[in-house]
């Protein structure tokens, strides 16, 4: 069995340094710096954590191609401090889950609750059936995505 490299994160320096408190190898390289960084992390990491703003520094065919790829694992997320946060993605995952649709309880709310939280990018997709085309399309698309 091969053994698991780090979990590496490159993003801003306020994202780095909270990380790395908990142990996580942290870099906050320069937008210049950034894919050599990048390509380092994808060498040498089981899993590569990506701020949305670092993202933003590499190639997005190099991100879609390492994001696709089986390892290491690559995920883009907020960074700490995002002035331009998406303010529709609440409602956006609310509709992608149905939420809308459910009914008012405690356990409703708590999910509701999870989804305010989390910041990602939804499509609503209603046929079934279509649901790997258009996501296979807009991954393909896509300068970030986000796995969970």
Do not use: H, K, N
Request: proline residues 9%.
């Amino acid at each position: 069995m091969t053994p698991m490299g780090p979990l590496v994160l490159l993003g801003d320096e306020a994202t780095c340094a909270g990380f790395a408190l908990a142990g996580v190898e942290a870099l906050s390289p320069s937008p210049s710096e950034a894919p050599a960084a990048f390509a380092r992390a994808l060498e040498s990491a089981s899993m590569v954590v990506v701020t949305r703003g670092l993202a933003a520094s590499l190639a997005p065919g190099e991100l879609r191609r390492a994001i696709a790829g089986e390892r290491p694992i690559v995920v883009v997320m907020p960074d700490l401090v995002d002035p331009d946060a998406d303010t529709g993605v609440a409602a956006r995952v609310r509709a992608v889950l149905g939420i809308g649709a459910w009914p008012d309880t405690a356990a409703v709310r708590e999910q509701q609750e999870l989804v305010e939280f989390i910041e990602i990018p939804c499509e609503a997709v209603t046929d079934p059936a279509e649901a790997p085309a258009r996501v296979a399309a807009a991954v393909a698309q896509a300068d970030v995505v986000y796995q969970l």
